[in-house]
């Protein structure tokens, strides 16, 4: 398993990472708890040692799963979760307040069945904020010793400036890309450069679009958020052009002998240099498809036709 050192700290963890949202056991169609804590451990036994979450994903049981499955193998691995995100009678909205900080912190951590986390994230910024105030906030966890690093989620090109002051207190920026969503790649570039950050990406299967496992005519039942609109990636004119990818995909994929998935997940590996993907997994045979991005190299060619056939 590769790994790097995130900027800015000690915290030295696998490049690729398990994306907690599926952990939540909700909107992503049928999961088994007992096949999760064990897809996990599994995880950590083929190397993965950093798992990302946040507070909202699952309402909370995402914390839970995770905690569960890791109480055994804490000291083995780097827990990264979210705050900012509030849902409230029917409602949801984003607080960056020092007051909800201090009360997130604290519900992740009974929720993780841990005393520390150690990179802990800035998920959506609430607009009204400071940066300087979110940074004093998260500086008292640090003193208190609850968490050890702070990062951002979803940074837009306004944020940049603003951000540039305190760029030596936070190690790593999350945002959505794949093949399938590059409309991100300017933003990552320019904070991992102007900010020297880490960057991690999420949606990094487009939601598993890039999987190869769903065509065209696919129905995704009402418990399954991507039946929705607003996931794109599943619908309309998107989905074709997606397919496209896919099939580009396939060709690699077969001539090298590796799964969909790790073609996919690989091209973000070696396309964004130093980064961390995020994926989402459910089962052990999905762990296994995406673990196989670490056994080979995409050549030159094969990254230029995978930028040509996903603009």
Request: with cysteine; glycine share 8%.
């Amino acid at each position: 398993m590769e790994s790097i050192t995130l900027a800015h700290s000690d915290l030295k963890v696998s490049r690729l990472c398990m994306g907690g949202c599926p952990l939540g056991e909700y909107g992503w169609g049928a999961v088994d708890h007992a096949e999760l804590v064990r897809t996990v451990q599994i995880a950590v036994d083929n190397g993965i040692t950093m798992f990302d979450t946040a507070d909202v994903y699952g309402l909370g049981s995402s914390e839970k799963t995770l905690g569960q499955a890791l109480a055994e193998r804490r000291k083995d691995v780097v827990i990264a979760s979210k705050f900012g995100v509030r849902i409230e009678n029917g409602k949801t909205f984003y607080d960056n307040s020092r007051e909800w900080i201090n009360k997130a912190v604290d519900a992740s951590l009974q929720r993780l069945n841990t005393d520390y986390i150690d990179l802990y994230q800035v998920h959506y910024r609430d607009g009204k904020t400071p940066i300087g105030d979110i940074v004093q906030s998260l500086q008292d966890l640090q003193r208190k010793g609850k968490i050890r690093y702070f990062g951002l989620s979803n940074v837009t090109v306004d944020d940049i400036p603003e951000l540039i002051p305190y760029r030596d207190y936070f190690v790593s920026f999350q945002d959505e890309y794949s093949l399938a969503t590059r409309k991100n790649e300017v933003i990552i570039q320019g904070v991992q450069h102007t900010l020297s950050l880490t960057p991690m990406t999420w949606g990094s299967l487009g939601q598993g679009i890039l999987t190869g496992k769903y065509g065209k005519d696919t129905c995704f039942g009402k418990d399954d958020r991507r039946s929705r609109d607003i996931y794109v990636n599943f619908h309309g004119d998107k989905l074709l052009h997606n397919l496209e990818i896919v099939e580009v995909l396939k060709q690699i994929a077969t001539s090298i002998g590796h799964s969909v998935a790790a073609v996919a997940i690989k091209f973000i590996l070696d396309y964004i240099k130093e980064s961390i993907v995020l994926v989402g997994i459910k089962n052990e045979r999905q762990l296994t498809s995406n673990l196989e991005a670490m056994d080979f190299t995409l050549t030159q060619e094969q990254i230029e036709q995978l930028l040509e056939i996903s603009k």
